[in-house]
């Protein structure tokens, strides 16, 4: 799969690297915040609906509430948007933040070891923990509930033999 990256994450690249990866957390993260949201959203509804029933004239003022659940979740969903851990040919970056950017990079050629941990319910719907272990002063780079874990994994590790093997081979 072609990476044609976009927004910030274009201006974070270098100029010879290439996106192999682009991860975001699990969907079920944004699906517990929305189920949080909805049910908020549902009893003011609810609130306005009693209110409007027994014949209160603050129902309409009570009204407006309901937006406020909806502009909160898609402020959720923009947090979960933006957060992003991408592979490179070079590293593996990880991205947060809608109006305040926070990048940690991680070079491939400093990464030591990598854990993956999946519990089975992570098993079931494709999510998981991993730590990247690197020679680097940070230590270890934690991406919590990760889609695709193992598939996170494998593209790290076959890009950091790649690197291993273009540095390793003679010159044309």
């Known amino acids: 799969m072609t990476y044609h990256p976009s927004g910030y994450l274009a201006q974070v690249l270098g100029q010879d690297e290439r996106v ?7 969907w079920l993260v944004l699906m517990a915040k929305t189920i949080l949201w909805i049910v908020l959203f549902s009893a003011v509804v609810i609130g306005v609906i009693w209110l409007r029933i027994a014949g209160s004239p603050y129902w309409g003022w009570v009204a407006p ?9 898609i402020w959720e969903y923009q947090v979960w948007s ?17 109006l305040n950017k ?7 050629d400093k990464l030591n070891d990598v854990k993956t941990e999946q519990s089975l ?3 079931l719907f494709g999510y998981g923990e991993i730590e990247i272990m690197t020679a ?21 590790l076959n ?3 790649a690197l291993e093997d273009e540095r390793h081979s003679p010159p044309d």
Do not use: C, Y
């Open 20 to 26: 192999l990866l682009i991860a975001r957390p699990h």
């Open 136 to 156: 680097s002063d940070q230590g270890v780079n934690q991406l919590h509930m990760i889609d695709d874990p193992l598939g996170f994994k494998r593209t790290m």
């Open 102 to 108: 926070e990048v940690s990079d991680s070079i491939l």
């Open 82 to 98: 933006n957060q992003m851990s991408v592979i490179t040919n070079h590293r593996v970056i990880q991205m947060q933040g809608v």
């Open 65 to 73: 509430l309901a937006l406020v659940p909806l502009g909160f979740w």
């Open 121 to 123: 319910l992570g098993r």
């Open 159 to 161: 890009a950091k033999g």
